[in-house]
Structures are given as structure tokens and as C-alpha cells.
């Protein structure tokens, strides 16, 4: 199943070789859509989430191979699977992680049964193509490749495979972080976040994630007197409610960039369009930036995002009939911040933007994130920008994520972590089969691809 090759590989201190079995890739590339379909075919929706099945199967594969794995729970229907190879401990471990549970569904919308992973065309269809099933099984291949070859490792590695990521951490990340840390802990991880972009078939760029917004939840209670729908009233309180939730949209939060957003537009300068690179050099001045974000808020909108602290109203709940004018009208603001916001200053500003005593301003619940950043300036990053121009021949970008990812209880924690996946043709979000949509599918040559990516970044961090 394997040949001998001699494998450069090319150190920040030199050059080292070592004699390292190259895996057939056509034998992997076979069993990965063998092992990835499986797991794909478990229903781990979320809610209500039950994972064990895909768990059981990741335990028994890697224990077969006598890979050294556990289960872990708080929660026997949503266990975390845990496996560990060792190195020789001249540098501090690596962690490759994923989660098993989806996002659930509405089967009447998908073209094919949505825990199917049925192939056609060339993709495989199914909940978890692109979130997360394909980590998982990505992770699951590097173990095994790295026990059967007999690696010489320089760091443990570590696989992590997940629950809860999709709304109910305390039985994943936060479980693991808090009563297992050391079992995870690393200098480094691997995990969801990332994608490398296509547009027309065409790789354009790695997206890395170095960091991610914090997700935060405002709630807004406008009260007024209640009364006769046929008598309107000045103060009615779903009028006051809405000029508020008006004002927070239309308030444009101030722009603040950091390491990896500034990194992020000066890259993506240089391999865009003249006229698309100039606004985004823009960005990085000040006195210009403003222009760039009138631009942005109406054509990329991911864009604006990226350059603040974001508030997006998107439930409103008021009155139970026609004809009673209700005492009391709320609405729900999805508000995602920079990473080193002062929450509580910030939610001042917003009572400002509101103006109205009659209008209450207060942060709602909801599960957040704790707060961190990975350094551009690490091995780690330095090994996926070398692998990104050796597989895709393509620059990486740093990003911070607009949304949320379980990476951020381990930055909180002082694992330097980097969100990483497959390539996903950008017309596909539109065309609804992106992450999360009512479709979801996976180029299985690009899964393929990214499983030599994946397993190449591993060897040049951790082989010895």
C-alpha cells in the first residue's frame, strides 16, 4: 500500500531529511470517501444532538490500528473521542480537531436525503459535507496514516473529534477544556474555520482563521401604554421600539483593524483587480477607510463585518391582536465584537444610538465565546502558508471569522490555533449549498486534496 520516498522536508533552521514511507494516495484517497461517507451517514443533528454513533465509529477504527483512543463525556449520548500519538517530546503537542454533530435539518428541502451522502457528479451531498464531517474524517486519516507509516514524530499529535459545537459546548470544548485540558492541551491546533476559495473552478486564495468575533446577544424592551388599536398613541411602544432598532442599523460602529485584518487587506490587495485593491489598501488608512466600508456595506457586506463591531436586529416580538396596542415590544440584536471590544462601554454607545428612556438596552443570554488571537508569527502558520503554495498554489490569507468556532475556548487557553478546510467554490453559497444551508456538498477531489494538505502541514509541524 506503500512506497519508500525520500522526504525533504525544509526547516526554518535548515534543511533536515528524514526517511519517511510516502502513503499510495490513490489506496487513501479510497478509503477517505469510504470512512467520510460513513460518518456522514450518522444523523448527529444538533439539536437534539446524539453523536455516539459517529464517536463509536471513530473509537473502533482508530482502535483497530491500535492508535491509543477514549471516550470522554459528561453526557453518554455525546461523547468526545480523544486519541494520541506519540512523540519523542522535543516540542510541545499538536491538536487536530473537528466536531461530529450538524446543524439539523428540513429533509423536504434537500435534493437528496440529507444523511445519504449520496455521490453524484462528482460531489457527495449530505449534512456535514463542508460542517465538519469533513475535518473529521480528515483528522481520522491522519492518524492513521501517521501509525501505519511509523512516523517519527517530534510532538505528540493529538485528535480531538468533538461534541456540542453547534450550540451546546458544555458537552464538547467547554467539558474538554475544563475537566481534560490536559489531554488537549498543545502549542497548536488545527480545526474548522478556514476554506480555500474558488471562483469558476479557479483556486483564488487560502482563508486561515486567526481569530473570530465574539457573539453576544442585546435585547431591547420598549413600554408604552396599552390601549385601543383604533385610537393611536405618540408613545405607542412598538413605534418607539422600531425608530430604536432603526437606529442600530443604520449606526455605522466605528472601524478598528488589528494584526490579522490588516494582514488580510494588504494581502488580498495584491491578487485582486486594480480598481478592488485600492479599496482595500484603503483600509489601511484612516483617512480613506471610509470610503473603502460605503463600498463594502453595499456590495460586501462580509467585508464591513470584518472592519468592526457589528449589530444585526433580527427578531422582533410585539403584540398578541390587531386591535391592542401592547404595553411592551422587544427585539433581539445579534451582536458580534471585535475580539478586544469593552462590552460594556459599547453597549453605552448603543443606549446613546437609541436615545429613548423608554427604550431598555441590556445584553440578553447567550452561549458566547471567550476572547483570542493567534500570531501570524508561529511554525504553525508558517507551515500552512508553505503547504498552501505547494498543494493550491495560492496565497493565504489571515482571517478573523465573522462567526464562531469552538477554537476559541482553546486561544483562551494559550493554544495557538488556525482554522483551515477544503476548497468550496464561492458560487455555491448562492446557489444554497454552503455550510448550514438547505443543501450541502463536497467536490470529492477537493476532499481528497485537502487530505494531503492536511497530513503535509502535520508532517513539516510534527515529524521529527
Not at 106 to 118: H, L, M, N, V
Not at 338 to 348: A, G, K, N, R, W
Not at 365 to 373: L, M, Q
Not at 408 to 429: M, N, S
Amino acid at each position: 500500500m506503500y512506497r519508500i520516498t525520500c522526504l525533504s522536508l525544509i526547516l526554518f533552521t535548515g534543511v533536515a531529511f528524514a526517511q519517511i514511507e510516502e502513503p499510495d494516495w490513490a489506496e487513501v484517497e479510497e478509503e477517505t470517501l469510504r470512512h467520510f461517507r460513513a460518518i456522514m451517514q450518522f444523523d448527529t443533528s444538533d439539536p437534539p444532538g446524539r453523536e455516539l454513533p459517529a464517536a463509536e465509529y471513530l473509537y473502533d477504527v482508530l482502535a483497530a490500528e491500535d492508535i491509543p483512543v477514549e471516550m470522554l463525556w459528561n453526557n453518554p449520548e455525546r461523547p468526545n473521542v480523544v486519541a494520541r500519538l506519540e512523540g519523542d517530546g522535543s516540542e510541545e503537542p499538536l491538536l487536530i480537531m473537528a466536531h461530529t454533530d450538524v446543524v439539523n435539518v428540513d429533509p423536504e428541502k434537500w435534493i437528496f436525503p440529507p444523511f445519504s451522502a449520496t455521490v453524484d457528479g462528482g460531489y457527495v451531498y449530505g449534512r456535514g459535507a463542508v460542517d465538519d464531517k469533513d475535518n473529521v474524517a480528515a483528522g481520522l486519516m491522519i492518524m492513521l496514516l501517521l501509525k501505519r507509516l511509523d512516523v517519527p514524530l517530534a510532538r505528540d499529535v493529538i485528535y480531538l473529534a468533538e461534541s456540542g459545537e453547534e450550540g451546546a459546548v458544555e458537552y464538547g470544548i467547554e467539558f474538554m477544556v475544563n475537566e481534560h485540558f490536559d489531554k488537549i492541551d498543545a502549542e497548536f491546533c488545527l480545526a474548522e474555520g478556514g476554506s480555500v476559495a474558488r471562483v469558476n473552478r479557479e483556486v483564488q486564495y487560502s482563508g486561515v482563521q486567526t481569530m473570530e468575533k465574539i457573539p453576544y446577544r442585546v435585547e431591547l424592551v420598549s413600554t408604552g401604554p396599552a390601549g385601543h388599536g383604533s385610537v393611536p398613541l405618540q408613545n405607542n411602544s412598538v413605534t418607539r421600539l422600531a425608530k430604536a432598532v432603526a437606529a442600530i442599523a443604520d449606526w455605522r460602529t466605528p472601524i478598528r483593524l488589528n494584526e490579522t485584518t490588516a494582514a488580510y487587506f494588504e494581502r488580498l490587495a495584491t491578487i485582486s483587480p486594480s480598481d478592488a485593491a485600492q479599496r482595500y489598501l484603503n483600509v489601511l488608512d484612516p483617512g480613506l477607510a471610509g470610503e473603502s466600508d460605503e463600498y463594502f456595506l453595499a456590495n460586501e457586506p462580509r467585508h464591513a463585518s470584518m472592519l468592526r463591531s457589528s449589530l444585526s436586529p433580527n427578531i422582533f416580538d410585539a403584540g398578541y391582536r390587531i386591535n391592542v396596542i401592547p404595553s411592551e415590544s422587544r427585539a433581539s440584536v445579534d451582536f458580534r465584537a471585535l475580539p478586544d471590544e469593552d462590552v460594556i462601554s459599547f453597549l453605552e454607545e448603543i443606549r446613546g444610538v437609541v436615545d429613548d428612556p423608554a427604550v431598555e438596552v441590556s445584553l440578553g443570554v447567550r452561549n458566547t465565546r471567550p476572547r483570542g488571537e493567534s500570531s501570524l508569527d508561529t511554525d504553525a502558520f508558517r507551515a500552512i502558508e508553505n503547504q498552501t503554495r505547494e498543494h493550491y498554489g495560492v496565497i493565504t490569507l489571515p482571517t478573523m471569522s465573522t462567526g464562531a468556532t469552538d477554537m476559541a475556548y482553546l486561544r483562551a487557553a494559550g493554544i495557538q490555533c488556525y482554522g483551515i478546510g477544503p476548497a468550496i467554490d464561492r458560487e455555491d453559497a448562492a446557489l444554497g449549498f454552503g455550510a448550514h444551508s438547505d443543501q450541502e456538498r463536497i467536490l470529492i477531489s477537493e476532499l481528497h486534496r485537502f487530505v494531503r494538505f492536511h497530513y503535509d502541514v502535520v508532517i513539516e509541524l510534527a515529524a521529527q
